[in-house]
């Protein structure tokens, strides 16, 4: 009688869902065109610029310690990489860049809007510049390019750093996603539809006709 009982109260839980079908795609509309409104006309776009450059060096040293690394082993283990990127997020080569590209910010403002990382495990590595304004961003990037090869100069003896390709000035926003926040919109106004039929549905005791009367109480 049980599983009797529950295989008809979720009959009747989606044929209510089906009977206001028009509720739940009006929910989806409205919920979509709210986040679509909310992220392309509230939301910042942001804007990235990207420097590349490549680590050429088969040995350095740093203070007292020294190293020999060939190309295949820096390729492998990325450890010369992951040490020019620890000398770029300084306060001593962030202040420089601040500096020299006469900006308004802080050092910890300025961080917080730089990411880098090895391009593939390779000598290659990427410095990232993320800002509201596209041309904020080309010009800090490039004066990263700048800055970064003496700072590692001064830091690691024998270093040799190379500019692969210079930032440009984005032509498109990296955020928000207008399209992903339109999808998510609909998907929570789905949800939150169906959970609020299914509710009523469960809870609604009333007898709306004599079949239903015949099916639950035989």
């Known amino acids: 009688q049980d599983t009797e009982y529950i295989k008809i109260d979720l009959t009747k839980v989606l044929n209510g869902l089906l009977r206001r079908a028009w509720i739940i795609i009006l929910c989806m509309l409205l919920c979509g065109a709210l986040?679509?409104?909310?992220?392309?006309?509230v939301i910042t776009p942001m804007y990235e610029s990207s420097v590349l450059m490549y680590?050429?060096?088969?040995s350095f040293s740093v203070g007292a310690t020294s190293f020999s690394i060939s190309s295949s082993e820096i390729s492998a283990a990325k450890s010369l990489v992951d040490t020019y990127l620890v000398i770029l997020k300084t306060r001593m080569t962030l202040d420089d860049v601040i500096d020299l590209g006469q900006l308004n910010y802080s050092y910890s403002q300025l961080c917080k809007m730089i990411t880098a990382e090895p391009v593939n495990d390779t000598?290659?590595?990427?410095?990232?510049?993320?800002?509201?304004d596209p041309?904020?961003?080309e010009r800090i990037a490039n004066t990263i390019a700048i800055v970064l090869p003496e700072k590692i100069n001064d830091v690691v003896e024998g270093s040799s750093v190379r500019i692969v390709d210079y930032a440009v000035v984005a032509s498109k926003k990296v955020s928000p996603s207008v399209p992903?926040?339109?999808i998510i919109g609909m998907m929570l106004g789905a949800m939150v539809s169906c959970l609020a039929i299914?509710?009523?549905e469960i809870t609604d005791n009333q007898i709306r006709s004599e079949d239903y009367l015949l099916e639950t109480y035989p």
């Open 35 to 41: 986040l679509f409104s909310y992220s392309a006309y």
């Open 55 to 58: 680590v050429n060096n088969s």
């Open 123 to 132: 000598e290659v590595f990427s410095v990232t510049v993320k800002s509201d």
């Open 135 to 137: 041309y904020e961003a």
């Open 180 to 182: 992903k926040y339109t």
């Open 198 to 200: 299914a509710i009523i």
